[in-house]
């Protein structure tokens, strides 16, 4: 049942999971992918529709709603969503994406670079 | 630190950078961000993903991330041998992975060492996968001992079928012959991954993509190769300076017009066109494969250092032709000078 936890949400009143805005995102999904189940490029053309207005880093908002809300569709959209966006990007990039800081030893992060510098060619521009 | 009050179930959540009001992705469980997202992404993506801060390294390492990306780019790593030698390697799937998908780019001769230092594995695998449009249509594992004196005195060659052998492929063969070598130029791709089990060591000799693709005048076949260029001998001019290690797909057409693969073979040959024997490849192949990796789109750099090796050939060709035109003159200038001290000493007399 996909709602139980929807309901549970609504009854919690100190939510910090999931804000009115994701929310308005996640929830209408499964009425729009029983609507057009059979065709899958519609549901495509919403899905991208969706996600031309929301930011990089409200992705990661969407997939902690998803997650909250036991949604495996809107997760796994959201998540490929993310896999595509970091892919053939720089170190750099992913990092920004992901708002995270690197905490490696000064001669940890050189021997890994080192290690995967072919990785690091012919990235596309950030 | 973030964490989820309410389920779904949690396991270990990781710690949290506070990145000003944007939620970084560490709010995100491990098992999410493990089992839906680094699943979903490539090799070099991946790797990327874990040059990023530690967190995201120690759960990049899993082996199970890599060994998929490596099976399902590599169908043919997918048997129990292979399994078994990509787990002994120092980071598993992960170094093998690393070692396999660049191209090589050692074209450098520093890495000199004696050459009874090269040659001590006693065999070599080779995973071998053609794919037409993206989609596998060959797989193969060969297994080659390369200890005895009639591998490394014979030319260095290694087939991957038996002479009455054919593979069918689903590639139909077009009305004009040139269509079809196009279509085999554009379309058919080959990995020839070299596995050395003692060593640990691996490396990918094929330009992914064909560097040539050639009809035989005379049989009709069509002779595709992908060829990747290794530095060989370390003195400047010999004909063994630069090597190509070439793979040849000889195919033919069956009845049914479709292309029919006849013969897949690796050879390595110097820039006289000799082939090397197998103890003089092994030594290239061995030290290539200690030697660093590059270059991570195969096909345009595959194809410009073929050009750059035949452009090497050419001229290598043409300076024996002005040397050997040299020797002739001066043969000529020394007969002709002989020639007339005879006379003249004749008729002094």
Same mark, same amino acid.
């Given at each position: ?11 919690? %009143?100190?939510?910090? $999971? +999931?804000?009115?805005?994701?929310? *308005?995102?996640? #929830?209408?999904?499964? &009425? ?16 991208? %529709?969706?996600?031309? $207005? +929301?930011?990089?880093?409200?992705? *990661?908002?969407? #997939?902690?709603?998803? &997650? ?59 | ?349």
């Amino acid at each position: 049942m996909k709602f139980c936890t929807v309901k549970q949400y609504f009854d919690d %009143e100190n939510n910090n $999971n +999931v804000t009115n805005g994701i929310a *308005t995102t996640v #929830i209408p999904l499964p &009425n729009k992918h029983l609507k057009i189940k059979a065709n899958n490029k519609e549901m495509e053309q919403y899905e991208q %529709e969706l996600l031309r $207005n +929301v930011m990089p880093q409200e992705l *990661t908002k969407l #997939i902690l709603a998803a &997650n909250y809300l036991n949604f495996k569709e809107a997760l796994d959209f959201f998540c490929r969503t993310v896999a595509n966006a970091i892919q053939n990007k720089s170190v750099d990039y992913v990092r920004k994406f992901f708002g995270l800081e690197s905490d490696f030893e000064p001669g940890e992060e050189e021997k890994l670079c080192k290690e995967f510098a072919w990785s690091f060619e012919g990235v596309d521009e950030d | 630190m973030a964490s989820l009050s309410t389920p779904p179930p949690t396991t270990t959540t990781i710690t949290t950078v506070n990145e000003g009001s944007a939620t970084s992705i560490s709010a995100v469980h491990s098992d999410i961000l493990q089992t839906h997202i680094l699943t979903r992404l490539d090799g070099p993506t991946l790797a990327s993903a874990a040059c990023t801060c530690s967190q995201l390294n120690t759960l990049s390492s899993q082996e199970a991330l890599w060994t998929k990306i490596c099976n399902s780019m590599w169908p043919s790593t997918n048997t129990p041998r292979i399994r078994h030698v990509i787990s002994t390697f120092p980071n598993g799937p992960h170094s093998f992975f690393s070692d396999s998908f660049p191209l090589l780019t050692n074209l450098d001769h520093t890495n000199n060492s004696p050459q009874s230092h090269h040659d001590r594995t006693s065999e070599l695998i080779s995973a071998v996968d053609v794919y037409y449009k993206g989609n596998l249509i060959f797989s193969k594992v060969i297994e080659t001992e390369t200890v005895t004196g009639w591998f490394k005195c014979s030319p260095f060659r290694f087939d991957l079928l038996d002479p009455k052998d054919v593979v069918p492929t689903p590639i139909k063969l077009q009305d004009d012959d040139d269509d079809t070598c196009r279509d085999l130029e554009e379309d058919l791709e080959l990995s020839w991954i070299l596995i050395d089990p003692i060593g640990r060591r691996a490396m990918n000799v094929s330009s992914q993509k064909p560097v040539s693709v050639q009809r035989h005048w005379l049989s009709g076949e069509v002779h595709v190769r992908f060829a990747t260029i290794l530095a060989g001998d370390h003195h400047r001019g010999s004909s063994s300076e630069f090597v190509q290690c070439g793979v040849v797909i000889t195919c033919g057409a069956s009845q049914g017009r479709v292309v029919l693969i006849k013969e897949m073979s690796l050879q390595v040959e110097d820039m006289d066109g000799i082939h090397l024997n197998g103890k003089e490849s092994l030594v290239i192949l061995q030290r290539a494969m200690e030697g660093k990796k590059g270059i991570k789109r195969r096909e345009e750099e595959g194809r410009k250092r073929f050009q750059e090796f035949l452009e090497r050939k050419k001229e290598r060709k043409e300076m024996k032709l002005r040397i050997e035109r040299r020797l002739d003159m001066l043969c000529v200038a020394f007969g002709v000078l002989g020639f007339a001290t005879f006379w003249l000493f004749v008729l002094c007399r």
